[in-house]
């Protein structure tokens, strides 16, 4: 198929025809579903919040099922696709493999996500996100997201293909490049997750069409964490190429050591899997053994791994900033960073309340016996709040600053609500994570509708601070909704109203990626070595919380009624 | 050599790794060892591990045993929403006692000493449910065809409630049930 090659002239990025189309359809899509999403998330807190209690119950467990689905699913998906085809076709200069199946996969992608939510308003299949057997849903709604994995499945096999083409073709000289490593990373993650996905959504489609007659409750859970959570790790691969992106385009950094970045990555393909046995932790059916094993990642390497990464990206910065001249002190680096870049402030935002946050708090949460205290509460929502938003959808937003100017030839509108959306939106994200975090503590449920227990037999009564602590969940919540809203508003119209920028000139033939481009001698440094003690000092407050925090978890175990 | 470009280094993988990055590593896979080892070190010396004692079973079977358990082992009963009678089954000391889950129900209401340890046999009739014992702020998966019997042991004397954590539908944040301890 004839394409056409276009070099931005303002990043020198080199975009295939087909893929750069591909990039922004997806993207646009993840952008619809991260609105649907962002609309039911507002109603959910303004429900969640005690003195608001805005939904009755079965329209709040309708609109949290389609919360879950659309932004879990849908909109990480559809923005993660723009991201392969880009960490492929443009990084590596190369045309797209098999075009046409990439459409087509997309487009497969759009009907499953429209099936599923269809099912979802209809209002037969509020059986959340996980869609935990026996509960059953519609028919559409497990063929929705069954078509939407087989989409995205072979979005990745194009992926594949891409970088196949690209070693064939010759367009890279050498290794490929790290961020596009990460890609890859997800990439097999993906494949891993949605096969398991496959394995069990199949079946329940099946039962739930009364062809198959009983699907095992605790298997049911197991296979389909294989997906659930699973599917958060690709995230976390990607999110984490983006940092360093992100770091490579704003700095012109590179990382401290190509093989210790690698190997991170790698630890994830190795070990990520296991994570299904985070949900199953307070199961009957799965034995001690078998829980520490998996929930450690097999002995914590994949954790390993992140810290190597929450290490060498705000490493490679501060590497950058200090060959720039910002050598006074430990953070002369990070107090003259470009606060004033959205693209710098989130992603920055992004790796701190990752890490802090999301990290500490998910290591905690997967301890086998700590678990107990924490297994469905708010404290889980809790987490991946502060992984899967202030992690990955704000590496997602910040990226996006740097793309529409160079994917969609626009310049961003009203800069000065861009300069401080992440800020809006990481900051009251990370403390709604804390007070979700903090309620959960206090014992209070997720997925549940009424503190007040209306309708029980019994009575009991929350603490006061767990009132405390769902309130500050409802302001924190509409805050951050108000700051993804205005990164919608912002996107939108700058794609509808923003200046249209020069796209470059376009060409027959693809540039192949010379030895020593003008990007790439802007950063060659050579051997020169660049110690880095602003991130050490970083990484050992990280390191001391997280010690802290682990052992204080031990001590609230210790204190409550004996069990074996 | 940036990271969206392929490594100016060739042979990358030959580049020595610097100290500090050595360190860092060290340290996540200490520590790392450190958090796989309290797990174990929890199983041997920890005073709070779940059971890994569980059956499959059938609702059927499960409501027979519970039935059974309750016959024999009501001590009173207490007046639900409708004026229903809700039985209040003492647990033997050091003995087996049932709880259903079933939508939107815990039953029957327990009695348990403090400091006695029991063997509590927990399954769903139905969906899955979750077992959130506040505010001692316990909380274990229920799953219907599994019967999981966990041995608990009261520290503290009060009343307590099982929130249901796990949702089961328009009723969920109904479903409250309660344990006395003595």
């Known amino acids: 198929m004839a394409t056409t090659y276009r070099t931005c002239p303002v990043s020198g990025l080199q975009f295939e025809d087909q893929a750069e189309k591909l990039m922004r359809w997806n993207a646009v899509a993840g952008v619809l579903a991260l609105l649907a999403g962002g609309i039911t998330a507002l109603l959910v807190i303004l429900t969640r919040w005690p003195a608001i209690k805005l939904l009755p119950a079965d329209q709040f467990y309708l609109i949290l099922t389609a919360h879950g689905v659309d932004m879990l699913i849908l909109w990480i998906i559809f923005f993660e696709m723009a991201v392969l085809y880009f960490a492929s076709s443009t990084l590596l200069r190369c045309r797209l493999a098999a075009p046409k199946v990439a459409w087509a996969a997309f487009w497969l992608m759009v009907v499953g996500s429209i099936m599923t939510n269809v099912a979802i308003f209809q209002g037969e299949s509020s059986v959340m996100f996980t869609s935990y057997v026996p509960m059953q849903a519609a028919p559409h709604f497990y063929l929705g997201i069954i078509l939407f994995a087989v989409g995205a499945l072979i979005g990745c096999g194009i992926f594949f293909g891409t970088l196949v083409i690209a070693k064939r073709e010759k367009t890279y000289s050498g290794s490929i490049p790290l961020v596009t490593f990460g890609a890859l990373t997800a990439a097999i993650i993906a494949t891993f997750t949605i096969l398991a996905g496959a394995g069990i959504l199949l079946p329940t489609l099946l039962w739930s069409v009364g062809i198959i007659k009983e699907i095992d409750a605790q298997l049911y859970r197991m296979v389909w964490w294989g997906l659930g959570h699973s599917s958060q790790q690709i995230n976390v691969s990607a999110h984490v190429a983006i940092w360093y992106l992100i770091a490579a385009v704003v700095f012109g950094a590179k990382p401290l050591s190509e093989k210790v970045s690698r190997f991170a990555f790698l630890l994830y393909i190795l070990f990520l899997q296991l994570a299904s046995a985070h949900h199953l932790l307070s199961d009957p059916g799965m034995s001690a053994e078998w829980k520490v094993l998996n929930t450690s990642y097999f002995m914590y390497f994949a954790v390993m791994a992140s810290m190597i990464h929450g290490f060498t990206v705000p490493g490679a910065v501060e590497a950058a900033q200090r060959r720039k001249g910002y050598t006074n002190g430990l953070f002369e680096w990070l107090r003259k960073a470009p606060w004033g870049n959205p693209v710098f402030s989130g992603m920055f935002i992004s790796l701190v309340s990752f890490g802090f946050l999301g990290g500490i708090s998910g290591v905690v949460l997967g301890t086998e016996q700590i678990n107990m205290l924490m297994h469905n509460t708010f404290y889980v929502p809790g987490h991946f709040h502060t992984t899967v938003v202030t992690g990955t959808t704000l590496a997602f937003m910040a990226v996006t600053y740097l793309l529409v100017p160079v994917l969609f030839k626009r310049e961003m509108i009203l800069p000065k609500l861009c300069q401080i959306q992440p800020y809006l939106f990481g900051i009251s994200m990370s403390v709604l994570g804390l007070v979700m975090m903090g309620a959960g503590t206090l014992g209070v449920s997720r997925r549940h509708w009424d503190m007040a227990f209306s309708g029980a037999p019994f009575q009991y009564e929350w603490p006061g601070a767990a009132y405390l602590m769902m309130g500050l969940t409802g302001i924190f919540g509409v805050i951050a909704v108000i700051g993804g809203g205005l990164w919608i508003l912002l996107v939108v119209g700058s794609l509808l109203f923003g200046k249209k920028l020069d796209g470059g000139k376009v060409s027959d033939k693809p540039t192949p990626l010379p030895a020593n481009t003008q990007a790439a001698s802007a950063v060659a440094h050579g051997h020169d070595h660049v110690p880095v003690p602003g991130t050490v000092v970083l990484a050992l407050l990280l390191f001391v919380c997280f010690v802290l925090y682990y052992f204080v978890n031990w001590k609230y175990l210790s204190e409550v009624w004996l069990l074996s | ?182």
């Open chain 2, 1 to 182: 050599m940036s990271a969206i470009l392929p490594p100016s280094e060739r042979l990358w993988w030959k580049q020595p790794i610097d100290k500090v990055e050595w360190a860092w590593i060290a340290i996540a896979f200490v520590w790392g060892m450190v958090m796989f080892a309290m797990m174990i070190y929890w199983h041997i010396y920890g005073k709070q591990n779940l059971s890994n004692e569980a059956y499959k079973t059938t609702p059927e079977m499960f409501a027979a045993k519970a039935e059974k358990f309750i016959a024999e082992n009501t001590i009173r009963t207490e007046k639900g929403l409708n004026g229903e009678d809700i039985p209040v089954a003492k647990v033997p000391a050091g003995g087996a006692g049932y709880l259903i889950a079933r939508l939107w129900a815990w039953y029957p209401i327990l009695e348990l000493e403090k400091g006695q340890t029991y063997k509590i046999h927990l399954s769903s009739l139905d969906y899955n449910h979750g077992f959130s014992l506040q505010p001692v702020n316990i909380n274990i998966q229920v799953i219907p065809g599994y019967e999981h019997v966990v041995k608990m042991t009261p520290t503290k004397e009060g009343t307590y409630a099982i929130v249901c954590n796990e949702y089961c539908g328009i009723g969920h944040h109904s479903m409250l049930g309660r344990i006395y301890v003595k």
